[in-house]
Structure formats: structure tokens, C-alpha cells
């Protein structure tokens, strides 16, 4: 009897040993998703968030940022485009912050506003998984009471969320001018931080019709030309690559602008970037 007593003790240490760690996200924070596109000739970000608390999945969060084209000159002489000119920039709220001004009910009949159907489609794969969405052959939602709008991305941006959080990998976006910077790390489940990378994704807009560019600042490397046509000391990656050593062998401190030798860049966007960086991953990250 005692021995039957050892036994069931040693099963349940064991159980308590290693069920505690048995979830496959490791790392608890906000891991972030995104998704580059164009609406209507302007700049667009659409990104979907997923919290992991204590190993568990316990939140979806669907967004997107739109922006907008604005033609600067040449607005008196419409039928003559050889001298127009335009800007293009992100609007200051993203769909979910622009909430019942927004318009799609007012404007387009619309049965609820879209962070509302954003909401339910949260809830619905939060209850029954990423893979339990159903659309039709135009990606309209079907199976999710009070949603009718399309899947703009969400279930795929979702599911590539919950893929990050299982590497550990986080990601922080800020939006700027016709501009995204990107930084990103990896963080294992004993909080320590490695791939910690900077990175722009730039607008290049051809007149009156916006693009993205091919390669981001990070992949252009010494062809992005900053030492060659600005003069710079050392090209944008490299100053980049300054910044991101500094932080892994030093730390970050939210809201510090730390002075990185041989850095001329200017880091606004880019301490912004990494102060959401790190709130995402929060106590996770030592």
C-alpha cells in the first residue's frame, strides 16, 4: 500500500513537473501580425494581435491603418498632370480607433461598424480557433452571427500570430509619412533576447499612383546609398545594426533615447518602434 502511495505521489510531481510546461507558447506578451497593402492609392497595414497569458491564448486583437492620397499641386489645371504632385500619409487613427466614424453604417449600410464585426470575429476564433472561420468564394464571413463583411487577411494574419507566438518572436510596427518601421526580436522562455532587428519598409510613389517599395532598407543594404549620394559615414544599415547591438548588450529603458556612437540617423520613429516592442513582450524579456 505504501509503495502504491510512493508511486501515485512520483506520478503527480511528475505530471506537476512537466504539464506546467507542456503549452506550446513559452513566452507570454502580445505577438503581433501584419500585413502590408494599398487602399484606395494610399498606404495600408492591416495586423491582427495575439495575447498568450500563462502559456494560454487569451485574446485576438484585429486593427488596420489606412492612408491617404492628397494631391499637393496642379489641383487648378485637371486636365494637365505634367505638373502635379502628391503626398501621401497615414491617417492618425487606425479603424478600430476611428470606432462609429469609421462610416460603414452610415455610409454604406453596413448591419454594425467594423470594430464591432472586428470584435466578433475576435471572440469567435478566441471560442473555437483561428481555422473555424468560414467564407465564401468572394472571403465573405459566413458562419459568424452579425458579421458580414469580408476577411480582410484576419484569419491568416491570426494564424501566423499564433505561429510567432510559439517561436517566441515579437514584432512592433510604427507608422510614418508614407513610411513602416519594423523591430522585431526573439525571446526564449528564460526571458533572454536574441534577433533583435530594425527595420523601414518605404513608400515609393510614381505621381499620382502609391507603391511599396521592392526591398526594405535593410535589404537594400549599401544600395540604399547613403554614404554614396548623402554622405553619410556608414550606410542606414549599419547604423541600424548599432542600435539594435547597443539595446541587446545594454537593455532598453521605455521611453530613453539613447545615444548610440556612430549613430546620425534620426531615431524618433525608431525608439517609438522600440518602446512598443518591448512593452508587447513586457516581464517576458529580462
Given at each position: 500500500m505504501k509503495k502504491v502511495f510512493l508511486l501515485l505521489i512520483l506520478?503527480?510531481?511528475?505530471?506537476?513537473?512537466?504539464?506546467?510546461?507542456?503549452?506550446?507558447?513559452?513566452?507570454?506578451?502580445?505577438?503581433?501580425?501584419y500585413e502590408l497593402g494599398i487602399h484606395r492609392?494610399?498606404?495600408?497595414?492591416?495586423?491582427?494581435?495575439?495575447?498568450?497569458?500563462?502559456?494560454?491564448?487569451?485574446?485576438?486583437?484585429?486593427?488596420?491603418?489606412?492612408?491617404?492620397?492628397?494631391?499637393?499641386?496642379?489641383?487648378?489645371?485637371?486636365?494637365?498632370?505634367?505638373?502635379?504632385?502628391?503626398?501621401?500619409?497615414?491617417?492618425?487613427?487606425?479603424?478600430?480607433?476611428?470606432g462609429d466614424d469609421y462610416g460603414m453604417v452610415a455610409n454604406g449600410g453596413a448591419v454594425a461598424e467594423w470594430y464591432v464585426q472586428a470584435e466578433l470575429i475576435e471572440d469567435y476564433m478566441l471560442e473555437n480557433g483561428v481555422d473555424s472561420v468560414e467564407v465564401d468564394g468572394d472571403t465573405f464571413i459566413t458562419n459568424i452571427t452579425g458579421v458580414t463583411m469580408k476577411d480582410g487577411g484576419y484569419t491568416a494574419l491570426a494564424a501566423a500570430a499564433l505561429e510567432l507566438a510559439k517561436e517566441g518572436k515579437f514584432q512592433a510596427i510604427n507608422c510614418s509619412n508614407d513610411d513602416l518601421t519594423v523591430a522585431s526580436m526573439i525571446v526564449d522562455s528564460k526571458g533572454n533576447m536574441t534577433e533583435l532587428l530594425l527595420d523601414v519598409q518605404q513608400g515609393r510613389p510614381d505621381g499620382a499612383t502609391f507603391a511599396w517599395r521592392d526591398k526594405t532598407k535593410q535589404e537594400l543594404g549599401f544600395d540604399y546609398g547613403m554614404v554614396a549620394n548623402a554622405g553619410a559615414t556608414l550606410e542606414w544599415f549599419e547604423q541600424a545594426n548599432l542600435i539594435t547591438d547597443y539595446i541587446t548588450e545594454n537593455g532598453w529603458t521605455m521611453n530613453s533615447e539613447p545615444t548610440v556612437t556612430g549613430v546620425t540617423i534620426t531615431t524618433d520613429d525608431y525608439f517609438t518602434t522600440f518602446d512598443r516592442l518591448f512593452t508587447f513582450a513586457g516581464d517576458s524579456v529580462k
Open positions: 506520478a503527480v510531481a511528475t505530471f506537476t513537473l512537466f504539464g506546467c510546461n507542456s503549452s506550446e507558447y513559452k513566452v507570454d506578451g502580445e505577438f503581433l501580425a492609392n494610399a498606404p495600408m497595414v492591416t495586423t491582427v494581435t495575439v495575447t498568450i497569458e500563462k502559456g494560454d491564448v487569451v485574446g485576438f486583437n484585429i486593427d488596420a491603418r489606412q492612408g491617404r492620397a492628397t494631391q499637393t499641386e496642379g489641383v487648378e489645371t485637371p486636365d494637365d498632370a505634367s505638373d502635379d504632385k502628391w503626398s501621401y500619409t497615414w491617417n492618425a487613427k487606425t479603424k478600430k480607433e476611428l
